[in-house]
C-alpha cells in the first residue's frame, strides 16, 4: 500500500479549471502537461498554474511529452515547473507501473522534486464536470520512505469569479 506523505499539494482554482478543459477537449488520450507555482519550505506544493503539452504518442494508456516543448517551457517558466499531470482515460485508479518507474527516476534519481497529478477517467467531451478531490490522485517518489500518495487541497474560487461557480459558498 502506498502510504500518505505529510507534504500536501495545493490547487488554485484556475489550475482545477486548465486540467479539466484539457482532460475534456482529448478525452480519448492521455492529456499531459506540466504544473507551474512553487514549493514551500516544508517541501508543499502550490500549483498555480497548468500548461498542457503535447503527448507524442496519443495514446489512451501512455503519455510522453515532446522533449523540445518541455525544453521549451523550462525556459519560459524558469524555477516555476513543480510537476506533472497526466490523465487516465480508461479510469484507472492508480499509478501505472510505467508511472511508479518515471516518478522514481525523477524524485530520486534526478533529483528533481516534481510532484506528479493523476486525472482519473472516463472524461466526456465538453461537459463542464468539475474537478472532483475522489477523481485525482498526487504522488511524490521520496527518497527513503519510497512513493507516497499526496493530501490534495482544492482552493475555492476567489470571490472575484465566483460568478463561475453558482454552486460554490457565498
Ligand atoms: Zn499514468
Same mark, same amino acid.
Given at each position: 500500500m502506498t502510504k500518505y506523505a505529510n507534504t500536501h499539494i495545493t490547487i488554485s482554482s484556475i489550475t482545477q479549471k486548465i486540467l479539466t478543459l484539457d482532460v475534456q477537449q482529448r478525452p480519448q488520450i492521455e492529456a499531459c502537461g506540466i504544473l507551474l507555482?512553487?514549493?514551500?519550505? *516544508?517541501?508543499?506544493?502550490h500549483a498555480e498554474q497548468a500548461q498542457p503539452l503535447r503527448n507524442r504518442y496519443n495514446s489512451a494508456v501512455?503519455?510522453?511529452?515532446?522533449?523540445?516543448? &518541455? &525544453?521549451?517551457?523550462? &525556459?519560459?517558466?524558469?524555477? *516555476?515547473?513543480?510537476?506533472?499531470?497526466?490523465?487516465?482515460?480508461?479510469?484507472?485508479?492508480?499509478?501505472?507501473?510505467?508511472?511508479r518507474e518515471n516518478m522514481k527516476r525523477v524524485n530520486t534519481e534526478q533529483d528533481i522534486p516534481w510532484v506528479w497529478l493523476i486525472l482519473r477517467g472516463p472524461f466526456q467531451q465538453h461537459a463542464h464536470q468539475e474537478l472532483v478531490a475522489t477523481a485525482i490522485m498526487a504522488y511524490h517518489h521520496d527518497a527513503k520512505q519510497g512513493l507516497q500518495k499526496v493530501h490534495i487541497l482544492l482552493e475555492n474560487p476567489s470571490n472575484t469569479?465566483?460568478?463561475d461557480s453558482p454552486l460554490g459558498e457565498k
Open positions: 507555482g512553487s514549493i514551500d519550505s *516544508q517541501g508543499n506544493w501512455y503519455f510522453e511529452f515532446e522533449p523540445e516543448e &518541455l &525544453l521549451e517551457a523550462e &525556459l519560459r517558466y524558469p524555477g *516555476q515547473i513543480i510537476g506533472v499531470y497526466h490523465s487516465h482515460p480508461t479510469g484507472y485508479a492508480e499509478a501505472s507501473s510505467t508511472d469569479d465566483r460568478a
